[in-house]
């Protein structure tokens, strides 16, 4: 079974500038979530996908930082225009369900703002 | 404030010499614990799961264990490959979302 799939693996950008990461789950997986982990803490939720729709989005910094799923599987997270704390791991999850607590991870997207 | 505290935030064992991970709580209606595992350069992998006090989970030199204020994750007799970061994360009544400790990183020497 293919596993959650990120890309790109690695970007460095500068400040102001914008940038987007891009998930591919497990196929048959209803749930998506977008994580960012900074150096040393544990993954924070950014935003939770139940199909094409937004489950909880409540610690996303809307005012730069926007998601989407389109069709219900692939998603794409955005940051416009990026700040130099942004810089972190941002990490895609899946699982089957919305009450499904084994989340599979993909490989992360590691982002530096200079 | 924290909700998951861990400590100690870093290990270093030799081979065999088993000991144990803390893993603390504040929250009120506790609906789930959990413990996953973090590779350098990989997304964390989901390991145990544990609902009530007193319930136990094991998986080769793992043991999971819950109490009303805190999990404890036992390693026996660990090998060099079981050196990573272990996270504890738990959700609280009334919300799905996961929230993870800052993990302790552990360090198996041959």
């Known amino acids: 079974e293919a596993g959650v799939a990120q890309s790109p693996r690695y970007k460095i950008i500068e400040k102001r500038q914008s940038v987007a990461f891009w998930c591919n789950p497990i196929?048959?997986?209803?749930?998506l979530y977008w994580y960012q982990q900074i150096l040393g803490q544990g993954p924070k939720l950014l935003i939770q996908f139940q199909n094409n729709g937004v489950v909880d989005d409540s610690q996303l910094p809307k005012d730069r930082f926007s998601a989407e799923r389109l069709k219900g599987v692939d998603s794409t997270l955005k940051i416009q225009p990026a700040k130099l704390e942004d810089s972190a791991v941002y990490l895609c999850?899946?699982?089957?369900?919305?009450?499904?607590?084994?989340?599979?991870f993909g490989p992360g997207t590691r982002l530096t703002v200079t | 404030e924290d909700q998951v505290t861990q400590s100690p935030e870093a290990l270093r064992l030799q081979e065999g010499e088993s000991s144990s991970l803390n893993c603390s709580y504040t929250v009120s209606g506790l609906r789930g614990l959990f413990w996953y595992r973090q590779d350098p350069g990989k997304g964390p992998e989901f390991l145990f799961t544990l609902y009530s006090a007193g319930e136990e989970k094991e998986k080769e030199r793992l043991k999971a264990t819950l109490t009303k204020k805190e999990s404890f994750l036992h390693i026996t007799a660990p090998k060099p490959e079981d050196s990573a970061t272990y996270l504890c994360?738990?959700?609280?009544?009334?919300?799905?979302?996961?929230?993870f400790g800052k993990g302790t990183k552990l360090t198996v020497n041959p």
């Open positions: 196929s048959g997986h209803a749930t």
């Open positions: 999850a899946s699982s089957f369900g919305t009450r499904d607590y084994e989340q599979y």
């Open positions: 994360v738990i959700t609280q009544g009334g919300s799905e979302k996961l929230v």
